[in-house]
């Protein structure tokens, strides 16, 4: 029932934001509520991977994340 409600609001949401911290990259869910690629922007604490900057460049995924220890924002 939680999963469907997160389903249900996502799809009636204009703009789609996961803010996610880097440890959740390449993990496996407890449940899916979504594909990354529904997202509109991914916003996170740690520069991801490569591919999954490839990935969010080729869907058209804005990503933001922390560059470096003086908190700027890429």
Do not use: H
């Not at 389903?7 to 880097?22: E, P, R, T, Y």
């Not at 080729?58 to 700027?72: A, F, L, P, Q, V």
Request: aromatic share 10%; net charge negative.
């Amino acid at each position: 029932l939680f999963s469907a409600t997160k389903s249900a609001m996502l799809s009636s949401a204009g703009l789609k934001i996961l803010a996610v911290d880097c440890t959740k990259f390449g993990s496996v869910a407890f449940s899916k509520i979504c594909e990354a690629c529904d997202m509109d922007m991914i916003v996170t604490d740690q520069r991801p991977g490569d591919a999954w900057l490839k990935y969010f460049k080729d869907k058209g995924i804005e990503c933001i994340y922390e560059e470096d220890s003086d908190n700027s924002i890429r």
